[in-house]
């Protein structure tokens, strides 16, 4: 079990990381950006510059961490041997980075045995960066989340009713179908929906208070790993919607006293079907 103090260090590490990639990415997003190539589907897009971001990411974090493990959207994987691992998201929102839309971000984590698909012990330290607007959100476990200095904390006291609600699609068409239906039951029964396009600033915005709540199916670790502590260390519940933890299944996040009627909503509208 890592210490706070621990966990502090690896954070203070994370940000300077995230903060150089923040540079480097906008830097390249100047210069002109395009499609690379595409993934799992033909809207499932990568740049060049989000594997030149991982690759410097993963350059800076082998010169500070060369034992660690990394996990990396755009393949960076490599096996450590502390029992640690660096989950990172060189742009989370590569839609929008494409487009301009300035909601986009860098995410890095450092978490106990994380796979793409589910992290298994604690998530320590997580940044996410906005580099557009120069926003940091950030959090190590214990030591609570904070953005600029100012300390984060989700929205409490919401009804379902009154809650505003970010979620966000996967990439192949027969998954967006089942999602536009669970989104059906869910619409009518909130405040209204948020799609902004980048899954780690969802999870940080549910911290800040720009959102009261967050669900989506079918996000990999590096999407969630930093956000999901963030939001946590900020008072949310994170987990999947019939308790337990999330993964690639589901991801849930709401305060506390809003996650039972939120996963119930999810439920009675099709999330798990
Ligand atoms: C995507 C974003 C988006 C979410 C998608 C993710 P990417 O990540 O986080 O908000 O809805 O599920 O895949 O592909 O831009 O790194």
Redesign the pocket.
Known sequence: MTSNAASAQLLAIARDIAVRASEFALEARRAGVSVAATKSTPT?IVTAVDRDTEAFIRSLILEARPDDGIVG?EGAARVGTTGLDWVV?P?????NFLYGIPSWSVSIAVAEQAGPRRIEGSTLAGVVVNPVTGELFEASLGGGARSSGRPLAVNTGVPLGQALVAT????ASEVRREQAEVLLGVLPEVRDIRRM????L?LASLAGGRVDALY?R??NAW?HAAGGLIAREAGARVGGVRGGREDVELLVATAPDLYDAFAALLRASGVDA
């Open positions: 499932d959207e998201d742009i989370d929102g590569t839609v966000g699609f996967g990439y396009g980048s899954a780690a969802d989506e079918g996000l999407d």
